[in-house]
């Protein structure tokens, strides 16, 4: 499976400024601060973002810290992605919607084993 059809529901940077009220300017300040991260994907290919990185029109708040231990870990933009959106039995369930939860440690616990 691909990682466009892995995450069912993408939004470009446009749509992420109206749901967050940010600007744009602010949202791809989000992206370069790796509070969110996006991929290009569609016909024509478009940066867009996976919507379930927002509850209520903000960042999901354990986003970023799972973000960066990813990269830490060797991930990119994508790989982060894929991870993120797999299921994972021991979890259970996918790892975005623990964060989403709020349920934090566990996951970020698994993405810092991954650097090893």
């Known amino acids: 499976m691909n990682t466009e059809e892995l995450v069912q529901d993408w939004a470009p940077l446009p749509d992420i400024a109206e749901l967050t009220g940010l600007g744009i300017s602010q ?9 969110i991260c996006g991929i ?7 940066l867009q973002v996976p919507l379930a990185f927002f509850v209520d029109g903000e960042v999901v708040k354990p986003l970023k810290g799972t973000l960066n231990t990813l990269s830490d870990a060797g991930f990119d933009d994508e790989q982060a992605i894929v991870w993120l959106f797999t299921p994972d039995d021991s979890l259970p369930g996918r790892p975005i919607d623990l964060l989403r939860a709020g349920n934090r440690k566990e996951v970020r616990r698994r993405a810092q084993a991954l650097a090893f």
Do not use: M, T
Request: without cysteine; glycine residues 12%.
């Open 27 to 35: 949202v791809r300040r989000l992206l370069e601060d790796g509070a």
């Open 40 to 46: 290009k994907i569609g016909k024509p290919k478009v």
